[in-house]
């Protein structure tokens, strides 16, 4: 199926940028509503941040942003809470990763629903449980009075301690992602190798183990950085104003201000700033993801062997260290030739990863016992229990229209991005074409892009158009941003995927369609499925863009949330949160229960 | 059974070195580099490798040889420290090493894709082991260029492993184990990865580095050729079992059990009945009128016995057919395949089964036998008794 096999004379007249349109049509809706609803709005956020009013072009906002010295502590402390967060998200993830990408694959399926976990259950539900368990009277502070006595200055919410730990938790699962997907390309051998020559378990981690990892550490820390630096959800809720970040400052320039320009002008910086990041990372360790650091056939120059003999030398020390414990502890317990040594340094690992999984999984849960309390605020132990906050919730008309318009939308916008992001993996996965990359580019950068700035841009372009306060305009928003999901879902399901089969059945002569309807995407569904179920649950959970571009008409689950949490919290908000961790589970269930099945006959 | 029972040690026998440690006999042998003494593994259900005791001697170069599943690599990750068995004993160079952790054991080990560590160059792959060793720089220099004049790669020290030929990534594997000189060199089918011609380079240059350095190895294929080719003795596995340990050439000329006639080579199995054991012969009924005969009585059968004679194709000689029916089988000429140097006959026999016939070629060849009534010949030395049956004899 390459494309130079088909080229045919004809070819030249459909050929726009090196694309076989009549092959490679079904990727052109996808990136032009890409082009209309993405690009296009958030160069005209960009444009106009250097325009007075009628038009003429100035440097006034950026002028403003820089003497006004909020601004430079706003981003300082974006920054600041960025960088802690990737360096907590990496370090603790990082052991998670390792057992993960050393696991068994049994194991490991099990152990990757745990983490993703988190993914899949609302940001807004997560960051709620941990304004119950952290605040003064929840169960946290209770710890601390039982070590610390009760008059403990101890504070963990309304200051840094709370936005790092709700951001951290939120961020994590993302790292580790990351960090997995790279190590699973680190051969096992490599260890076994390094063992059998005499190396030690800590020099061989720190010497091999350690520097093949870091690519996929670049990687993770990479985008748990970018994706941090768009955060307004933790700092507003579990943060005081000195955590202020520059998406919060965003939101209030547009929401209380209508300040665009310089809504546009912050929005550029963050964009630029991340951009930068992203392009010096991408330099200094290869792409995203990609697990071999130094590039083939090119020799090592004079610095980069003098840079690899310091490297090395560095991780001597750390190999050093844990190989002194490791004979230190065969001193007190030395190894017999004859027994079965215990695996110490395994179990350490797995207790490690077992508490990082806790700290994943159990803080959501504090939602179901207060949902229960008979009492008239949030409080753990509930006080008595009744289920009169699940009749609050069933008996609003404002929860309940929340509840089904969410619905709506995310089904909506499940269809509609599994459509076109499906079209655009299988061209992208299956066509050659020289355009290929920056095409890949823009597809992932809605990613990459701040939610933020995104939901801006598309709030100005709405306005324009009329599409503000629309379920149109929210199904397109959160199409957006679930495009990236599911077109890197179908793109590694379609990696796997024996082109043969469908050459096999075209030889038994069916067309192109029969091959697709009867072949190709019945085998493709569970990866399609998996595609559409992680659209519906971002545009589920979606709440910059309903912010934004809902303008009150329309009130999402989530923003009816924001709103309440902002407010007045309130034990209802317990029982929706318990209600949204049910259909969280069941989607998690549901599609665990369909990929074990096809697990049957995908080998 | 006869190799394996000189192989296996007695339990229990008086040493003189008896180590302080435990209560356990050193090995029988002090100068074998390896002796494993009923080692056994299971993984959940499956039985990986089932009481299994072999040796190899100072310089030897012994293979595991067995189809997928018969429990060689499990055996060789229990060797090398990687998996702990479930019971039994490896001894390392006269040292207790059940247990040991595999960086405490004296071994070398090439894995299938080499395990070149892809960040550090070449010389530093290969000092590695010498820095876990707490070498001095200037010797690890030395040794790491003297082991590099060795496989012949005296230039590639600065490069990465990847911007390395698969045969020389194999060198510098090798390499990498010579450098520090274990006890033993363990290879885990250590040419599986290339393609047939540089295999058989490469066959001959571990031959080469084996017989010329005095390295121990203990080796692991399916291949049948490559262990023929390499080995002083195979070890032929077969369900986590040790199946037979011999010298290629016993292994192929006297097979001790069916499967391993039919693992090793081509092999014409003819059924039969024992007639006669006595007088210095052993007779057997074979298919229609065909008598087989041996010119020793074969004590382990006796008169009634089922029993297989194994004769090798090339051991064959096809004829025009003839009334003879001993050591004689008379049948069609069915079907012929030419492989340059040898061509193989395959003849249909009066009972419905095929006999494989190989000939050596040479530049005349008569005309196309297929359709021809013929018989097949043989000596009655070539003809190897076997009990039917899988399993070796008990």
Redesign the interface.
């Known amino acids: 199926m390459s494309d130079t096999a088909l080229a045919s004379p004809g070819t030249a007249r459909w050929e726009i940028l090196g694309i076989d349109w009549r092959r490679s049509w079904p990727i052109l809706p996808a990136i032009l509503f890409l082009f209309v609803f993405f690009v296009y709005p958030v160069g005209d956020l960009l444009f106009i941040s250097f325009t007075t009013r009628d038009g003429a072009f100035t440097l006034e906002q950026y002028s403003k942003v820089a003497t006004t010295p909020v601004y430079g502590r706003v981003f300082f402390i974006t920054f600041k809470i960025a960088l802690m967060v990737t360096f907590f998200s990496v370090v603790f993830g990082y052991p998670v990763a390792y057992l993960l990408a050393n696991a068994s694959p049994k194991n490991r399926a099990r152990l990757m629903l745990l983490v993703l976990v988190p993914f899949w259950t609302s940001f807004l539900v997560r960051t709620f449980s941990w304004m119950i368990i952290l605040s003064y009277n929840g169960p946290a502070r209770s710890l601390i009075e039982f070590f610390d006595g009760p008059d403990s200055k101890i504070k963990l919410i309304y200051n840094m301690t709370g936005v790092m730990i709700g951001t951290t938790q939120a961020l994590m699962p993302l790292a580790i992602l990351v960090m997995t997907a790279a190590m699973q390309n680190i051969d096992r051998n490599l260890l076994s190798a390094a063992s059998t020559m005499g190396a030690r378990g800590g020099q061989a981690f720190w010497r091999i183990y350690f520097p093949l990892s870091m690519p996929g550490v670049a990687a993770g820390a990479l985008l748990t950085f970018i994706t941090s630096l768009g955060f307004f959800i933790t700092p507003a809720l579990l943060g005081s104003p000195r955590e202020t970040m520059i998406a919060q400052i965003i939101l209030t320039q547009i929401q209380e201000l209508l300040n665009w320009r310089l809504a546009g002008a912050l929005s550029l910086i963050l964009l630029v700033l991340a951009l930068l990041i992203f392009a010096i990372q991408n330099r200094s360790t290869g792409a995203l993801g990609e697990a071999d650091s130094a590039s083939p056939g090119r020799a090592p120059t004079l610095l980069s062997r003098a840079f690899s003999r310091i490297g090395r030398a560095g991780l001597a020390i750390p190999g050093w260290i844990t190989d002194r414990l490791g004979e230190l502890y065969e001193r007190l317990v030395p190894v017999r030739p004859d027994r079965k040594p215990r695996d110490i340094s395994g179990w350490t690992l797995r207790v490690f990863v077992g508490l990082v999984i806790i700290f994943l999984i159990c803080p959501a849960f504090v939602v179901i016992p207060v949902s229960v309390t008979a009492g008239n605020f949030i409080s753990l132990p509930p006080q008595g229990l009744s289920l009169r906050w699940y009749e609050t919730y069933l008996g609003s008309t404002t929860w309940m229209n929340a509840t089904g318009l969410s619905f709506l939308i995310a089904t909506l916008t499940g269809i509609a991005t599994t459509v076109l992001g499906t079209a655009a993996a299988f061209v992208l996965s299956r066509h050659r074409f020289p355009a290929k990359r920056p095409i890949l580019a823009l597809f992932l950068s809605p990613l990459i892009v701040p939610r933020m700035v995104t939901a801006v841009a598309l709030f100005y372009v709405f306005a324009k158009i009329g599409l503000i306060g629309s379920i149109t305009g929210l199904v397109i928003g959160h199409t957006v941003l679930s495009l990236p999901y599911v077109v890197v879902t179908v793109m590694a399901v379609l990696k796997t995927y024996d082109i043969r089969l469908d050459q096999a059945a075209s030889t038994l002569g069916a067309n192109p369609l029969r091959t697709l309807m009867r072949i190709t995407l019945p085998l493709l569904k569970v990866g399609i499925i998996s595609a559409f179920l992680f659209a519906f649950v971002t545009s589920f959970d979606e709440l910059t863009i309903a912010l934004f571009t809902s303008a009150g008409t329309v009130t999402t689950l989530p923003k009816a949330m924001w709103s309440d949490l902002i407010l007045h919290a309130n034990p209802t908000l317990a029982a929706v949160s318990t209600v949204i961790l049910l259909i969280a589970s069941i989607i998690v269930l549901g599609s665990e229960a369909i990929q074990r099945r096809a697990a049957r006959y995908m080998g | 059974m006869n190799d394996l029972d000189t192989l296996e040690v007695a339990d229990g026998r008086p040493d003189a070195k008896m180590p302080a440690?435990?209560d356990?006999p050193s090995p029988q042998n002090p100068g074998s580099k390896l002796d494993i003494r009923g080692v056994s593994k299971r993984f959940h259900s499956v039985v990986a490798v089932d009481d299994v005791s072999l040796e190899v001697a100072d310089g030897e170069f012994l293979t595991l040889l067995g189809p997928s599943g018969s429990g060689k690599t499990t055996l060789l990750t229990i060797v090398?420290?990687?998996v702990?068995p479930d019971g039994g004993?490896v001894w390392i160079d006269g040292?207790?090493?059940?247990?040991?952790?595999?960086?405490?054991?004296d071994?070398?080990?090439v894995?299938?894709?080499y395990?070149l560590?892809?960040?550090l160059?070449v010389f530093?792959n290969i000092a590695?082991?010498l820095r876990?060793?707490r070498m001095a720089a200037a010797q690890i220099r030395t040794e790491v260029n003297r082991v590099l004049e060795i496989v012949e790669l005296p230039e590639v020290g600065?490069r990465?492993p990847?911007?390395l030929s698969g045969g020389q990534q194999q060198r510098i594997a090798l390499a990498?184990?010579m450098v520090?000189q274990p006890s033993i060199i363990?290879m885990d089918e250590p040419l599986g990865a290339l393609d047939k011609g540089l295999r058989d380079t490469m066959q001959l240059e571990i031959k080469r580095l084996h017989q010329q350095y005095g390295i121990t190895v203990l080796y692991v294929t399916h291949d049948q050729e490559e262990a023929l080719a390499l080995s002083d003795r195979i070890c032929l596995m077969r369900l986590g079992r040790a199946e037979q340990i011999s010298t290629p050439h016993d292994l192929y000329f006297s097979p001790k059990s069916v499967f391993a006639a039919n693992f090793i080579g081509d092999s014409n199995l003819i059924e039969g009945r024992v007639t006669q054991v006595a007088g210095g012969r052993t007779v057997i009924a074979g298919p229609g009128e065909c008598v087989i005969e041996k010119k020793t009585a074969d004590q382990r059968f006796a008169v009634g016995d089922p029993v297989v004679a194994m004769i090798r194709p090339e051991n064959l000689r096809l004829g025009e057919r003839s009334q003879d029916t001993r050591n004689a089988l008379p049948g069609t000429v069915e079907s012929v395949l030419f492989a340059g140097s040898v061509m193989s006959v395959f003849l249909r026999r009066e009972d419905g089964a095929v006999v494989q016939v190989k000939l050596l070629m040479t530049r005349h060849v008569g005309e196309n036998p297929v359709g021809r009534a013929a018989t097949v010949t043989w000596n009655e030395d070539d003809v190897v008794l076997l009990r039917p049956g899988d399993s070796a004899d008990e």
């Open positions: 440690t435990n356990r090398a420290g990687l702990p004993d040292k207790l090493a059940t247990y040991m952790p595999s960086h405490k054991r071994i070398g080990m894995f299938q894709n395990a560590f892809p960040h160059s530093e590695f082991p876990m060793r600065d990465l990847r911007q990498r184990c520090y363990i």
